[in-house]
């Protein structure tokens, strides 16, 4: 046994630090099975610590395995499969070098314009007066209220403010007992997975379209079927054509296309759902940010849609920390949800909805609202002036007018990872546009997204002049 040192300066208890010298010996192989450590006393001489921490570390030792008491001959190691050891160990070092790689190659590459999308800018958030209600909350929130479960639907109050906020801006038609908290758009989706996986196995879905929706229905067991687009909006005769009894779609703001949906599509897609029995989940994403034109009113506020599920949430004009979306039910399915979930309880926490509904009962969501539309409307128009001034027709711009990205379309020869390595390059950070087609056939390689919600205009500006550069137009 080699010699063990002990620190008493270290913030690491005296008798873990014994136990891990000794077990990193044992598991090395240089304390064989059989070997009798040295008894507990005279251990504690030697390290010049107490009789009781180096029984400690032996009897952690022993509840793990690695040594055992024999009657007569104090403790003795027990017999380990060193060559089990000796695979994961050069599983560990190899795992640790794969990380090393991966932190290496993503910390060296620093962009100097990263057109990042989905983000707002840090300075659109209203920090100290979230502060002031999150402390107001607090001081007034009740011990009772602390250590209680939430409901399975959420705070009655929150769900009374995103019922009148939701009829005002968006027409959506409903009673706050419709009305779901959920921690996000992951969850909302999860949820309607369990809540409708008997009454289908199939959700059909935009293509192409929001592969995070995707993945959470495959990871359901749900069959993906992939249904195109046209110039505004989800093919109905091909929706028509599938088997799906379920539609998963972004009508007010396509995603990643920018697509709106008309009033006349919509209807024919309201029409499919009533004659397939079906269920139309829409997404409303993006809906408040709109910068030339009113958006159209919601599918589900259409004559009180009973075939509509309603889901939004806070992320993209609030927060993403925050973790807060909503679902609104039909009336059909409130009482088949209550039934199904009676045991579950919204995972977002009671302190955050209340904070919210503060927030948004004091009218400051409003006046938020207006303010970031007004900071991106300027970042937007910036960025497509700029394309317009120094590219012009060389580039089809998809997604104008509304949301925190667009697309550019190119005609030059160049395709999607050409564009994306050129601009690399030149220090500019675009995003594929490939990941959103779930039939890769489909797609004409020649398109890349360009973010600006976390850019300053001066930023916009100068990293669609490196782009220029990075793809010679």
């Known amino acids: 046994m080699k010699m063990i040192i002990v620190e008493n300066n270290s913030s690491k208890p005296l008798y873990m630090q014994i136990y891990e010298a000794l077990k990193k010996e044992i598991i090395s192989g240089e304390l064989p099975k059989g070997y009798k450590l040295t008894s507990t006393r005279n251990l504690a001489e030697t390290l010049k610590v107490s009789r009781n921490t180096v029984e400690n570390a ?17 403790f003795v190691v027990e017999k380990l499969d060193n060559t089990i050891i000796s695979k994961l160990n050069e599983q560990r070092l190899k795992s640790k070098d794969d990380n090393n790689k991966i932190q290496k190659t993503s910390t ?27 402390n107001k909350c607090l001081s007034t929130i009740s011990t009772e209220d602390i250590m209680s479960y939430n409901s399975n639907k959420g705070e009655v109050e929150l769900q009374i403010e995103i019922m009148n906020y939701l009829n005002k801006s968006r027409g959506v038609y409903c009673s706050s007992e419709q009305v779901i908290i959920s921690s996000g758009i992951g969850q909302s989706l999860s949820l309607l997975c369990q809540l409708f996986r008997s009454d289908s196995n199939q959700i ?78 829409e997404d409303d994403y993006d809906s408040e940010l709109r910068y030339k034109s009113r958006p159209i009113p919601a599918i589900q506020g259409i004559s009180g849609a009973e075939t509509v599920v309603y889901i939004g949430t806070f992320s993209k ?13 039909p009336k059909p399915w409130v009482d088949i949800y209550d039934k199904s979930f009676s045991r579950y309880h919204a995972s977002v926490s009671l302190v955050q909805q209340r904070i919210l509904q503060q927030f948004m009962s004091l009218g400051y969501w409003e006046r938020h609202l ?37 697309i550019l379309e190119f005609n030059n020869g160049l395709d ?25 056939e489909k797609y004409t390689n020649n398109m890349v997204l360009l973010g600006f919600g976390d850019m300053s205009e001066s930023e916009i500006v100068e990293g669609v002049k490196a782009l220029v550069k990075a793809w010679s137009l």
């Not at 993945?215 to 359901?220: G, L, P």
């Not at 004009?317 to 039910?329: A, E, H, Q, T």
């Open 58 to 74: 032996y009897l952690q030792l022993s509840s793990e395995g690695y040594i055992s008491s024999k009657a007569g001959s104090g």
């Open 108 to 134: 060296d590459r620093i962009y100097q314009y990263d057109f990042q999308y989905g983000n707002l800018s840090s300075s659109n958030f209203p920090i100290q007066l979230w502060r002031k209600i999150s």
């Open 204 to 281: 059909a879905i935009e293509d192409p379209g929001y592969n995070g929706a995707r993945n959470i229905f495959i990871n359901n067991g749900y069959e993906v079927i992939p249904i195109g687009l046209d110039e505004d909006g989800i093919k109905i005769e091909e929706l028509e054509n599938s088997s799906a009894k379920i539609v998963y779609v972004t009508p007010s703001h396509q995603f990643p296309t920018g697509a709106v949906m008309p009033i006349s599509k919509r209807l024919k897609l309201l029409e499919w759902s009533v004659r397939r029995g079906g269920i139309i989940i």
């Open 317 to 329: 004009s609030l927060s993403p920390s925050l973790r807060m979306g909503y679902i609104v039910l």
């Open 370 to 406: 207006r303010k970031i539309c007004i900071s991106n409307k300027r970042k937007h128009d910036i960025l497509i002036n700029t394309i317009n001034e120094l590219i012009g027709e060389k580039v089809i711009i998809h997604g104008k007018n509304a949301g925190l990205h667009i």
């Open 416 to 440: 999607e990872k050409g564009l994306i390595e050129k601009a690399e390059y030149y220090g500019v950070k675009v995003y594929p546009v490939s990941a959103f087609w779930m039939r890769q």
